[in-house]
């Protein structure tokens, strides 16, 4: 599987469950298809921890569980 399929099935089994995305590819297409596919975040390779601690930080701030 790959990432965006296993977003899916994610979100087919719990539509609750929050995703985050985490990818070498950072295109548009990448991106988008997965915001489309209700990724909660989209961070691309490599990054640092000061980078995901910043998303996750956003996303609890919007009201994720």
Known sequence: ENGLELLKNIKEISSNTSVVMVSGEGSTENVMAAI?????????????????????????KRGGK
């Open 36 to 60: 489309e596919n209700e990724a909660d975040g989209f961070i691309v390779k490599p990054f640092n921890t000061k980078r995901i601690t910043e998303t996750l930080q956003k996303y609890l």
